[in-house]
């Protein structure tokens, strides 16, 4: 069994809880740690089970409380050497680790497979989470599609991906031209147009349920994210992630 939940998704912060039975691990930490443990008891969720944070990279929509929370847990933090060298003073945690990219890491009892993305990062990192031959992928921040996530989200059985705009909303909105074409460059965000293709096209036999996630407060709304995926609707359960609340809870097994 693995059990997977969007705490926090959005622009405004972001942090993702996948587990089993005994062991379970966050990707990102990117809201306060008094929100985080909060969401987790909401849900349901046991703060003892969780044996690491996993940080794609270092914006602050993605490391914010990672510092506390680590402490508070007494988990370490996995980082990129890149990442970690990246992280504003004051940031890095006590309990480190260090992954490298396409390298396997195991934590606890879950198998971890990261991998680069383009993303204006200093070395961002996608992941797929694998236990029991269940693979759960963590597919945000993303400037566009490379092999590689095409490669990984092929093995997925369920996944939070990006939908972070609408493309009319982001060129009609209020956002200077230089940070509307960095949203759209190949290192920036994936619209609700290129996850949608990304999917269609790209998808495994065995992927049974999609999390529409870390959408834009600014340049996108739930409802256009979900309207974009509803020809897909027969194929895979379609679901929304929440910027406020937790959000995306199922169970595989």
């Known amino acids: 069994m693995v059990e997977l939940c969007a705490l926090a998704s959005g622009s405004n912060g972001n942090c993702y809880y996948i587990g089993n039975e005994k062991d379970a691990v966050l990707v990102d930490a990117g809201i306060s740690t008094r929100k985080i443990l909060h969401r987790m008891d909401e849900a349901g969720l046991q703060p ?139 290192h920036g965000h994936l619209s609700n147009d290129q996850a949608f293709e990304l999917i269609r096209d790209h998808a495994g036999p065995e992927l049974v349920h999609v999390f529409l996630s870390h959408l834009s407060g600014e340049n996108n709304r739930p409802e256009l994210a979900a309207a974009r995926f509803e020809s897909l609707s027969d194929r895979f359960n379609i679901s929304l992630t929440s910027r406020s609340t937790f959000s995306g809870f199922c169970r595989l097994r």
């Open 48 to 186: 003892s089970k969780v044996r690491g944070i996993i940080i794609s990279h270092e914006h602050s929509d993605h490391v914010h409380g990672v510092r506390i929370l680590s402490k508070k847990l007494g988990v370490p933090a996995w980082f990129t050497q890149g990442t970690l060298d990246s992280l504003k003073h004051g940031e890095a945690p006590e309990l480190v680790q260090i992954f490298i990219p396409d390298k396997v890491i195991k934590i606890g009892s879950m198998t971890i497979h990261p991998f680069l993305k383009n993303h204006d990062a200093a070395e961002p990192c996608s992941f797929r989470i694998e236990h029991d031959d269940w693979h759960v992928g963590v597919f945000t921040d993303i400037g566009e599609p490379c092999a590689r996530l095409k490669n990984h989200l092929r093995k997925c059985h369920a996944m939070f991906l990006e939908t972070n705009y609408d493309e009319k909303m982001l060129w009609d909105g209020s956002y200077p031209y230089h940070l509307k074409a960095r949203v759209a460059s190949a």
